[in-house]
């Protein structure tokens, strides 16, 4: 998959300057969002360069790895030697912050909105702000690769999100993973966990499930062994508006996410088999 896939396309290629720098910060959920601007970019310029944390970059696969990625904290310093004359993107308003990238002789400096809390999508608004025409295949499309497997019997949960607000239920989880086990004798659950949803995970601990024999209670070292675990087993994906869902949701696999703080028409996950739900008595809006 290319920008011009779902971006602009050839006939609008643009190489007004030879190289754009794009930093990128926050969650997971940011950073996969902003993945469709940087594919346009690399159709626009000859060199793309993406200041990020470190652990992101073992997402990137095929023409991104294309990109020159550098860590956000730890490469930081290499900042004003590549900007000079050259395009920068930011999400960051810091009026310190913009004071010093005019010091740093940019060609062009865009500043996207961060948090945008109403429509339209976010990935829509990062396009128009740029001034690049969006497709409309671009909010469905697999940005990571079509990897899902329809033979796969697992139901993979992620009832966490990092933030207590946006989570729905524990129980709205367990009765989905009673659902799919009672579907065969094959059907097995992973409930999976972050670092911060350590109340969620002692609520799938406490529960009778927690010691089902096809059922698992997954954490994880690093995002590539997450990614390739959910490749290699995830059949369909339930969870909350977080990074592991929309990481889920851009490769393809069938993604069920519930929203309860944040507007699902800005934030909802990209990809071609998302279902969003506002309640669990059935998909309130498919988008």
């Not at 690049?132 to 993979?156: H, K, V």
């Not at 990074?243 to 069920?256: K, Q, R, V, Y």
């Not at 309860?260 to 669990?280: A, C, F, I, Q």
Request: aromatic share 10%.
């Amino acid at each position: 998959m290319t920008g011009s896939d779902f971006g602009g396309g050839p006939d609008e290629k643009i190489v007004s300057a030879s190289r754009i720098i794009i930093v990128r910060g926050g969650g997971l959920g940011d950073f996969l969002l902003t993945l469709p601007v940087v594919f346009e970019a690399l159709s626009r310029y000859e060199e793309v360069v993406l200041f990020t944390k470190s652990g992101y970059r073992e997402l990137l696969t095929g023409d991104l790895k294309k990109v020159r990625v550098l860590d956000l904290d730890g490469e930081w310093d290499k900042l004003r030697s590549l900007a000079k004359e050259s395009e920068l993107i930011t999400f960051w308003k810091d009026s310190a912050w913009l004071k010093e990238s005019e010091g740093y002789n940019l060609r062009k400096l865009h500043t996207l909105e961060p948090r945008p809390t109403s429509e339209p999508h976010v990935t829509k608004a990062m396009f128009e702000r740029l001034d690049w025409r969006i497709s409309s295949e671009t909010l469905r499309a697999p940005w990571l690769g079509d990897r899902w497997n329809p033979g796969n019997e697992t139901r993979w949960i992620h009832p966490g999100s990092g933030s207590p607000e946006k989570n729905a239920p524990f129980a709205l989880f367990e009765r989905r993973a009673r659902e799919w086990l009672d579907r065969t004798p094959n059907s097995s659950v992973v409930f999976s966990f972050g670092e911060a949803d350590e109340s969620v995970l002692s609520l799938a601990r406490a529960s009778d499930l927690s010691a089902h024999s096809r059922v698992r209670l997954k954490t994880f070292e690093t995002l590539g062994s997450f990614k390739n675990a959910l490749v290699e087993s995830a059949s369909n994906f339930v969870g909350n508006d977080s990074g592991p869902c929309h990481l889920a949701s851009m490769l393809g696999i069938p993604t069920d996410v519930f929203f309860r703080s944040t507007n699902p028409m800005v934030w909802k996950p990209l990809g071609p088999r998302v279902r969003v739900y506002l309640d669990d008595s059935g998909a309130n809006r498919i988008l």
